[in-house]
């Protein structure tokens, strides 16, 4: 889990920590990583995404 979490940050460029923690994805030492990758915020929340 953590290494697909790392390489979808990483493939799109987003820093998609808030939507794995509201999801219910803990896994804190990835997110260092994540943070790491030094990625933007989506511009819109996934989780909001319907299409």
Same mark, same amino acid.
């Given at each position: 889990?953590?290494?697909?979490? @790392?390489?979808?940050?990483?493939?799109?460029?987003?820093? @998609?920590?808030?939507?794995?923690?509201?999801?219910?994805?803990?896994?804190? *030492?990835?997110?260092?990583?994540?943070?790491?990758?030094?990625?933007?915020?989506?511009?819109?929340?996934?989780?909001?995404?319907? *299409?």
């Amino acid at each position: 889990m953590s290494y697909f979490m @790392l390489r979808l940050c990483a493939v799109s460029g987003k820093h @998609l920590i808030v939507f794995f923690k509201k999801w219910g994805v803990v896994y804190e *030492n990835v997110y260092t990583q994540i943070a790491g990758l030094n990625s933007h915020q989506p511009d819109k929340e996934p989780s909001t995404l319907n *299409n």
